[in-house]
Structures are given as structure tokens and as C-alpha cells.
Antibody, heavy 116, light 107 residues
Framework: QVHLEESGGGVVRPGGSLRLSCVAT????????FHWVRQAPGEGLKWVSYIRYDGNDEKYADSVKGRFTISRDNAKNAVYLHMESLTADDTGFYYC?????????WGQGTIVSVSS | AIHLTQSPSSLSASVGDRVTITCRAS??????LVWYQQMPGKAPKLLIYGASNLEGGVSSRFSGSGSGTGFTLTISNLQPEDSATYFC?????????FGGGTKVEIK
């Protein structure tokens, strides 16, 4: 069964760092691009970052550019989001999503809470 | 960035009704638009891609139309399990953007 599972979220102080992981099962990530999307509590969806299937193209929302880094390890069937200099505005659920005519497979999300 | 305006922000309808949600883009995006359904506490689920193509396994009661700057999601014969929030998203250019969402409630 095709599945994505995020992990690595937690509570972190402003200015801190976290590394989110997204592990795929039931399919090989080699041929797929991925997005990270976040959702603040009670709010809408916001696109965060994109990585091409081969890792040779990355894109970021302006609000995270220079602070977040997306990467992938096809051998481990995983995608990552390294987040630095976190602020309260980064708080929310973080979802990874597979790209195939839209985001057709989503993980259940991992919660990031930035608080002093 | 391309701004997507969804309307209405919420609606209440009865079982069996036909419901239409609109998504308007601030600039033309051809048919690079998708629709998602999100249940409370769950991840979004892809319903429609390419503005009008039904994702596999999704009920045929859902349909999408439009191109350029105007798009609609229609739910026919509304069912209790359709109670959710619906989002549009554009894939035409980065940064990708989402509409603000439409919360559908069943009377």
C-alpha cells in the first residue's frame, strides 16, 4: 500500500532547528517529485518547498528561503526538510506530498511548535 | 505570486443538493489547478487534477471545470460524508498557492 510517513516534529524554541523526515513505503520515490506543505492550526494550506525527482531542482516559499533546505535520499526512500532559525510563524502541521498530477499521496503530517 | 480566491468561505446544504465552489486566479493558469478535500484532523485528499480530471477512486459526484482564471468544483447529490473543507491549488508557477478553503456543512 502506498504510504508516506512524516516524523521529526516537536516543540522548539525560536531560533532553533528541526529536521523533518518523510519515508515512503509501497513505492519507490525515484520517479517522483515531492512537496512540503504546512498548515497552521485552524488555518489553510501553505506550500513550503519542492524537490525534483532527481534532486536537481529545489524551490522554496519566500518565507522560508535561506532557512529551510529540502533534500532526498532515494536509496532510503525518504525526503527531508531541514529547518533553521525557526519562528512562531513556522508553527503548524507539516505534510509531505507526492507529486503526480497534483499531490496524489500525502502523509499524515508532523506537528512543529515554535514557542519560548 | 498567483492569488487564488475561493468562494464561498463556507456553505450549508442539504443531503441531495448540488453544491458549487468557485476558485478565481489572479492571473491565467490554463488548467493547472487541482481540488482537495480535507476532513478535520486529516491530510488533504486529491479530488480533481488538471481542472477537470477526476482522481482515481474519487466519487463521480465530484466534478471540476474551468480554465484561465475561473474554476468550479461541483458536488452533486451531496452526502453526509462530503462534510469537509475544500481547497483549490494552482500548479502553473512557483510559489504554488492555495485558495483559502470552503467549509461545507450538511444541514
Amino acid at each position: 500500500q502506498v504510504h508516506l510517513e512524516e516524523s521529526g516534529g516537536g516543540v522548539v524554541r525560536p531560533g532553533g532547528s528541526l529536521r523533518l523526515s518523510c519515508v515512503a513505503t509501497g513505492f519507490s520515490i525515484n520517479a517522483y517529485a515531492f512537496h512540503w506543505v504546512r498548515q497552521a492550526p485552524g488555518e489553510g494550506l501553505k506550500w513550503v518547498s519542492y524537490i525534483r525527482y532527481d534532486g536537481n531542482d529545489e524551490k522554496y516559499a519566500d518565507s522560508v528561503k535561506g532557512r529551510f533546505t529540502i533534500s532526498r535520499d532515494n536509496a532510503k526512500n525518504a525526503v527531508y526538510l531541514h529547518m533553521e532559525s525557526l519562528t512562531a510563524d513556522d508553527t503548524g502541521f507539516y505534510y509531505c506530498a507526492r507529486v503526480d498530477d497534483g499531490c496524489d499521496v500525502w502523509g499524515q503530517g508532523t506537528i512543529v511548535s515554535v514557542s519560548s | 505570486a498567483i492569488h487564488l480566491t475561493q468562494s464561498p468561505s463556507s456553505l450549508s446544504a442539504s443531503v441531495g443538493d448540488r453544491v458549487t465552489i468557485t476558485c478565481r486566479a489572479s492571473q491565467p493558469i490554463y488548467t493547472a489547478l487541482v481540488w482537495y478535500q480535507q476532513m478535520p484532523g486529516k491530510a488533504p485528499k486529491l479530488l480533481i487534477y488538471g481542472a477537470s480530471n477526476l482522481e482515481g477512486g474519487v466519487s463521480s459526484r465530484f466534478s471540476g471545470s474551468g480554465s484561465g482564471t475561473g474554476f468550479t468544483l461541483t458536488i452533486s447529490n451531496l452526502q453526509p460524508e462530503d462534510s469537509a473543507t475544500y481547497f483549490c491549488q494552482q500548479f502553473n508557477q512557483y510559489p504554488l498557492t492555495f485558495g483559502g478553503g470552503t467549509k461545507v456543512e450538511i444541514k
